[in-house]
């Protein structure tokens, strides 16, 4: 992880900006790296393309979480629950459910 890789994302994002898997590559790039606030609009931007990915709104709500935008988080949980269900993994549901836990009020 590092600023070549995140280099390389954006430019494949050049020529197919639409592509959500590269979008949550970006989000997840600087996630990784600690700079939550430049993973939230990558991850926002792949479930504007694609809304059932549902992996991404764990670690969109977790981006949130570390930001302190616990509203924000709390709403990207809810909305990962239908996601997350038709996925069929029960540790996507499993993470939603820790994330929730963790945010307060």
């Known amino acids: 992880m590092s600023e070549s890789r995140i280099e390389q994302i954006k430019a494949l ?7 959500a898997m ?3 590559a970006l989000g997840n790039e600087y996630y990784n790296l600690g700079r939550y606030h430049e993973a939230i ?5 792949a479930l504007e393309i ?3 990915y549902a992996f991404v709104y ?4 977790s981006a949130y979480e570390k930001t302190g935008q616990v509203e924000c988080a709390r709403r990207t ?4 629950r239908g996601p997350a ?3 069929g993994d029960p540790n996507l549901i499993r993470q939603l459910n820790e994330i929730a836990a963790r ?3």
């Not at 994002?13 to 592509?19: F, H, K, N, T």
């Open 13 to 19: 994002l050049a020529e197919d900006p639409r592509d």
């Open 22 to 24: 590269l979008r949550f």
């Open 41 to 45: 609009e990558p991850l926002k931007a």
């Open 50 to 52: 694609d809304p059932e």
């Open 58 to 61: 764990i670690q969109l709500a």
């Open 77 to 80: 949980v809810e909305a990962g």
């Open 85 to 87: 269900a038709r996925n």
């Open 103 to 105: 945010l307060p009020g």
